[in-house]
T-cell receptor, first 114, second 113 residues
Framework: GDSVTQMEGPVTLSEEAFLTINCTYT??????LFWYVQYPGEGLQLLLK???ADDKGSNKGFEATYRKETTSFHLEKGSVQVSDSAVYFC?????????????WGLGTSLAVNP | DADVTQTPRNRITKTGKRIMLECSQT?????MYWYRQDPGLGLRLIYY???????NKGEISDGYSVSRQAQAKFSLSLESAIPNQTALYFC????????????FGEGSRLTVL
């Protein structure tokens, strides 16, 4: 069935380190892909998205490229900050009209130390 | 003020009690959702509503009910709370293109003793 797999956390990095959080998916059709971020004590918010193959989503220094050949949407940031400490969720959107369905990964916790 | 507001933010209750979590939004969105978040289990959809007259079960609706009182209001009820309903609950909204881009409330943490 359709699913999203994220790398398990927690991920712990020092400030200014390079970040990669892996996300792969299994889906029929052509999903749209999303990264959401949940800061401590807050709800989730959309970080970036890509709607078709080879699209690159970017926001706040984060990037992810929709790779159809490897069914992946890995999240990257060149230099993380303490303020990036959060839980990151990968998700895919399938279907059309009122039958659209959002499938979530389990989330990856990131802690950035000064 | 937040676009999606949940009340209460925290609630401790006892097994068997009836609990209502409320959600209101000022985004003007037709679509509203209730999710549950548990450590290690990610987000799971409880109920969703595409408009006032359209309510649908999600993947884990057993033990829950909802009411869409108006376009802007969507409440979640636990008729008889049990300890395994202890979780963080989120309300979210989307426009007609949803549910891809969701707007979340800050969450309601429920503890059932």
């Amino acid at each position: 069935g359709d699913s999203v797999t994220q790398m398990e956390g927690p991920v712990t990095l020092s400030e200014e380190a390079f970040l990669t959080i892996n996300c792969t998916y299994t889906a029929t059709g052509y999903p749209s892909l999303f990264w959401y971020v949940q800061y401590p004590g807050e709800g989730l918010q959309l970080l970036l998205k890509a709607t078709k193959a080879d699209d690159k989503g970017s926001n706040k220094g984060f990037e992810a490229t929709y790779r159809k050949e490897t069914t992946s949407f890995h999240l990257e940031k060149g230099s993380v900050q303490v303020s990036d400490s959060a839980v990151y969720f990968c998700a895919l959107l399938l279907g059309a009209g009122n039958n659209r369905k959002l499938i979530w990964g389990l989330g990856t916790s990131l802690a950035v130390n000064p | 003020d937040a676009d999606v507001t949940q009340t209460p933010r925290n609630r401790i209750t006892k097994t068997g009690k009836r609990i209502m979590l409320e959600c209101s939004q000022t985004k003007g969105h037709d679509r509203m959702y209730w999710y549950r978040q548990d450590p290690g289990l990610g987000l799971r959809l409880i109920y969703y509503s595409f408009d006032v007259k359209d309510i649908n079960k999600g993947e884990i609706s057993d033990g829950y009910s909802v009411s869409r009182q108006a376009q802007a209001k969507f409440s979640l009820s636990l008729e008889s709370a049990i300890p395994n309903q202890t979780a963080l609950y989120f309300c979210a909204t989307s426009d007609l293109r949803g549910p891809g881009e969701l707007f979340f409330g800050e969450g309601s943490r429920l503890t059932v003793l």
